[in-house]
């Protein structure tokens, strides 16, 4: 299984900003689309956004939800991608989650067979 290490989260105040960090090995990161997904407590694990790979359009896929406040990237020297998070809400409060993705667009976060710890974000109004 490839590992997935997320870090980053914590406790913010709404409209203040945070960047995620996730970390991995063991494949070939530049050939793989990334992703970040999200789960609030009692509710499914949600898409919020996706990066393609590099040395194609490096597209970029986000949840409505979060367009325009959060950007997600990706370093493949490093192996890491990224998510951005500005003029956060307490809505955005959940625990999150990369994932290297079947493809871009694929929203979906049925199937994978494995998943890291996630990081916690706790937003309060």
């Known amino acids: 299984q490839v590992p997935l290490v997320e870090s980053g989260g914590g406790s913010v105040q709404a409209g203040e900003s945070l960047k995620l960090s996730c970390t991995t090995s063991?494949?070939?990161?530049?050939?793989?689309?990334m992703g970040w997904f999200r789960q609030a407590p009692g509710k499914e694990r949600e898409f919020v956004a996706g990066?393609?790979?590099?040395?194609?359009?490096?597209?970029?896929y986000y949840a409505d939800l979060v367009k325009g406040r959060f950007t997600i990237s990706r370093d493949d020297g490093k192996s890491t991608a990224y998510l951005k998070m500005s003029n956060l809400i307490p809505e955005d409060t959940a625990a999150y989650y990369c994932?290297?993705?079947?493809?871009?667009?694929?929203?979906?976060?049925?199937?994978?067979?494995?998943w890291g710890q996630g990081t916690q974000v706790t937003v309060s109004s």
């Open positions: 990066v393609g790979v590099s040395w194609a359009d490096n597209t970029t």
């Open positions: 994932q290297v993705l079947r493809s871009v667009n694929d929203q979906s976060a049925s199937g994978y067979p494995y």
């Open positions: 063991g494949f070939l990161f530049s050939d793989f689309a």
